[in-house]
């Protein structure tokens, strides 16, 4: 079994993306990490060019900066990075993205479990989206809580908007992955960055989706019973980077008025609560 890691980037380093950590995560248990970085103003291919290990393959790429519908700029980084891995099965990361160590032989195994079962295109992990700081987690449902993040390499499959993986096994008709658990968690930092790179983020972001960037004065403009405490424990290749870059401080505000959006979110926890559903977005069909 081979086995193929990818992701793509650009300003990283600006952006404040854990990117080095999140490749490194994975290093153990692939033979290749295909790394696309977009020409950018900051140093990130050089940083990544400074991991000391030959499983890395770099490659760099124009950004189309004239797309500017849904998002589409990302699905198509992220396919020119799918597109150069040679494993039986893709592993994507977004830069932002760590797997603990202790997942590692957990993930393995999956996958050389349903390497021969052709039903199983796709892996799904749990998600750990930090909020506000690394002691928070976002679990309301409009958090995907699951997500497919390692898909078989050798059916046709592609990403609308870098987001999710749709296969196409008619040709023209496109459907989400039939899928297994992984039977581990992503630890995604997202949303802990410093302020100012969260800021930087959503200016830079907004434009490959057609919209004005928000306004992003603090993380404290959410739901409180959006939030939970976390009591795990981060990966070892990420502390570092949380004792410099993470906020540390992180307090809902009490006065900060719900949207609506935020309210819907709050009759589907209670309806999640009472019937014991779960009404995230799922990208994925389970099989297994």
Known sequence: ???????????????????????????????????????????????????????????????????????????QQKMIAQFNCSGDWAFYLEGDEVVHE??????????????????????????????????????????YRRAPRIIRNSIRSYCPDGLFFVVMDHNKKGRYPRAALAGAPIYHYGHVRSVASMQEKMRQVSKYWGHTPPAFPNYGAIDGAAIRQFTGSHPAVVQDWLSREAETRFTP???????????RHRWMMALERTFGWELSKKHYRLVE
């Open 253 to 263: 505000n009490p006065d900060h008025q719900l949207t609506r959006r935020e309210q």
């Open 102 to 143: 202790s997942s590692l032989p957990i993930i393995r195994s999956a996958m050389e479990r349903h390497l021969d079962n052709p039903l199983v295109e796709a892996l799904v992990f749990d998600y750990y989206h930090f909020y506000g700081c690394p002691d928070y987690l976002a679990v309301s449902p409009g958090w």
């Open 1 to 75: 079994m081979k086995v193929s890691a990818f992701t793509f980037l650009r300003n990283g380093t600006l952006l404040g993306y854990p990117y080095l950590e999140s490749i490194q995560s994975v290093l153990p248990i692939v033979d290749e990490f295909v790394v696309n970085v977009g020409f950018g103003e900051d140093d990130t291919a050089e940083k990544i060019r400074t991991i000391d290990n030959p499983k890395v393959r770099l490659i760099e790429s124009a950004w189309n900066e004239r797309m500017s519908d849904r998002g589409y700029v990302y699905a």
